[in-house]
């Protein structure tokens, strides 16, 4: 069941956050991945809104807002190609405009599935060595 996120959830997320993207960071060869440095004390600070998906009693799924912005999608890599982030994706569409998502250019699963749902690459920007692209949606496309 996907559910709006709670601070209560923070802890959680957290975990969840520090597991996927160390998932990420192998898979784009990244040994400098800022989203890593992140502490629990400025992620409780920073306040994040979303929707998270739990099963079992678990944090599986998580994905973060900023108006118009996706700021984090995160699955448990133990149950990555499940379907969750598409889940995810398309319960945060029906809620509000979701119009922009930036992710490392190389990794293409997660820029593969943003394409599924009409967001576009437009505008590459290398921040260390990681290589970011940024990409938009028309919020009139169907979900």
């Known amino acids: 069941m996907i559910r709006p996120l709670k601070a209560t959830d923070y802890p959680e997320l957290y975990r969840l956050q520090q597991q996927a993207y160390r998932v990420e960071a192998d898979l ?12 629990e004390a400025a992620l409780h600070k920073e306040q994040p809104a979303g929707y998270i998906i739990r099963l079992d009693e678990r944090l599986v799924g998580a994905l973060t807002v900023e108006g118009e912005t996706i700021t984090r999608l995160l699955v448990s890599p133990d149950y990555f190609r499940q379907g969750i982030a598409t889940q995810l994706i398309r319960h945060a569409l029906k809620q509000q405009p979701l119009r922009v998502v930036s992710t490392a250019a190389l990794n293409e699963p997660a820029v593969a599935l943003y394409h599924r749902f009409g967001f576009r690459a437009v505008h590459q920007v290398r921040r260390d060595a990681i290589v970011l692209v940024t990409l938009e949606r028309d919020d009139a496309l169907d979900t």
């Open 28 to 39: 784009i060869g990244a040994t400098f991945f800022p989203p890593l440095l992140q502490t």
